[in-house]
């Protein structure tokens, strides 16, 4: 009797913990959720987070400069797969989320985070390697800015905040 409640309730905590664990990964194969747009941290379980110093992601864009109303190409390269990510430009005076992204890769989407379009993620959970974007400047100036990106390798594995050089801002409207 004491044996079959035992397995009895070891079957049950399987399933229990088996069925959390399929509605935490099932629920973010598509993108970042919203509560993810101030602190870009996965929502998901996280057994390991990494330092944003990594070596082998690499947020770039070839402009050091910018005037308003610019189109910023962004890349991400990185040297191993990830599956999911988290972009967004940012002032540096204030870290208030800006811009809007005008181009982005397949297998991402747009958020509005504050904006619309303010943000980019993944649309779904293939693997990632290199991607491609191009941002688009307030016409009104806001100052110099970065890029950030949180990236998910893996369920258990991210990176948060990952950042870009400085792209300054040059002249006004």
């Not at 088996?18 to 379980?45: E, I, N």
């Not at 910018?66 to 797969?81: E, I, L, M, W």
Request: glycine share 6%; net charge positive; charged share 15%.
């Amino acid at each position: 009797m004491e044996d079959s409640r035992r397995a009895h309730i070891a079957i049950v905590g399987w399933a229990c913990t088996t069925l959390c664990l399929v509605s935490y990964v099932s629920a973010f194969s598509h993108g970042a959720s919203l509560s993810a747009c101030t602190d870009m941290m996965p929502r998901h379980l996280r057994v390991q987070l990494h330092s944003p110093s990594n070596n082998y992601i690499i947020v770039h864009t070839n402009m050091s400069f910018y005037f308003p109303g610019d189109k910023v190409p962004v890349t991400v390269r990185s040297t191993q797969d990830f599956m999911g990510f988290l972009l967004q430009a940012r002032k540096v005076s204030n870290d208030e989320i800006t811009g809007t992204f005008i181009f982005i890769p397949p297998g991402s989407k747009l958020l509005t985070c504050f904006e619309d379009g303010d943000t980019v993620t993944h649309s779904d959970k293939s693997l990632k390697r290199n991607l491609s974007f191009v941002w688009k400047a307030p016409d009104q100036p806001i100052g110099d800015i970065k890029f950030f990106i949180s990236i998910v390798q893996s369920y258990f594995v991210y990176w948060a905040k990952i950042e870009s050089a400085i792209v300054a801002q040059r002249g006004q409207n």
